[in-house]
């Protein structure tokens, strides 16, 4: 919808591509920068204040469809989604900080609750933004997420307690410096490229079947419900050390991208299966694979990130949770 309306308005495809991408720009850069912060203005402001500033932003966002000059309005653009990336790369880190802290004993099965709640936003935010667009025209939707992130604030101040913990000195460079650390962080960036990947490109593959929007749209319901689906189990069973190390169900989770992709072509490999054509069922199965295997990627990582930071030599309190944090978002928007 922002693309149609942005090229009303005069900006190019170069442009829009650059409004879109500078959101995931500045996440990338401050939600490190974040994680830093969190023992000086601690975990619970973090995310009131980038609640706070996402849900301005939201509302000017709308408002910037009433300039007439192009220039104006890309400008406009370009601030408004740089300073709400500040505010979601604040309560990004801010909420996995608090989820750290509160969960400290079993990280990977709370990242998997929190995960059915990624899986329902992906579900339903398309639905529920389609839905209020054709309600209330362009602006309702805007208004109405600014509605629910006031909410989320006020919730938010009554049911968090601030932290006492004590925390020492942490440097950002010796977390990223330690080696599982760094090569979970390319993993993370890998498997979020993977899925991002899919939604530019899975309507124009999907051509040679004639596939209409709504039939494309449901393709990635299948993918965000597996995902959910799948994020308890994978936290529940990934924190049991003695069946299954977070480790190889992340290594077993990249393995089903993997296949997912050999699966969506289909590859010339399952020729001789007799697979060579794109079909319904085939993309759908694969997404649904996709899901299921993003999951076991991604959902015991930031147990392994505080494990190997820990372990790494790094103090367990909430100064290398908050840089923790903060790297874990940073490599999931840079992906």
């Not at 910037?64 to 000059?69: D, N, V």
């Not at 899919?198 to 597996?226: C, D, R, W, Y």
Request: hydrophobic share 55%.
């Amino acid at each position: 919808i922002f693309y149609h309306k942005a090229l009303d308005h005069g900006a190019n495809q170069l442009e829009i591509g650059l409004i879109f991408g500078c959101y995931a720009i500045v996440n990338s850069i401050c939600c490190p920068l974040f994680g830093c912060f969190v023992p000086m203005c601690g975990a619970k402001n973090l995310l009131l204040a980038g609640l706070l500033l996402s849900s301005v932003c939201s509302v000017l966002f709308r408002l910037l469809f009433r300039l007439t000059s192009t220039v104006l309005f890309v400008a406009g653009c370009f601030l408004c989604r740089a300073i709400q990336a500040l505010g979601c790369a604040a309560y990004f880190t801010g909420s996995s900080v608090i989820i750290a802290r509160e969960w400290r004993d079993n990280i990977t099965f709370a990242m998997g609750l929190s995960e059915i709640f990624t899986g329902i936003g992906m579900i339903c935010g398309p639905l529920l933004g389609g839905l209020v667009y054709e309600v209330g025209g362009f602006q309702l939707p805007f208004i109405c997420i600014a509605l629910v992130m006031l909410l989320g604030l006020v919730i938010n101040f009554y049911a968090i307690s601030k932290s006492s913990d004590k925390a020492s000195t942490a440097n950002f460079w010796t977390l990223i410096k330690i080696p599982n650390v760094a090569v979970t962080c390319i993993l993370m960036s890998v498997m979020w490229a993977a899925m991002d990947f899919n939604m530019p490109s899975l309507s124009l593959h999907m051509k040679v079947i004639e596939a209409t929007p709504v039939q494309v749209g449901t393709m990635f319901l299948i993918m965000a419900a597996a995902y959910t689906v799948f994020a308890p189990f994978i936290g529940m069973f990934a924190k049991n050390k003695v069946r299954c190390t977070e480790r190889m169900v992340m290594i077993c989770g990249g393995l089903l991208v993997a296949t997912s992709f050999v699966l969506v072509g289909p590859s010339p490999v399952l020729a001789q299966l007799g697979v060579t054509e794109v079909s319904f069922p085939l993309v759908g199965v694969s997404m649904g694979i996709l899901g299921a295997g993003l999951s076991m990627a991604l959902v015991p990582t930031f147990s392994d990130l505080t494990a190997s930071a820990v372990c790494g030599g790094m103090a367990d309190d909430l100064a290398t949770a908050g840089l923790v944090s903060g790297l874990f978002n940073g490599a999931v928007f840079f992906g």
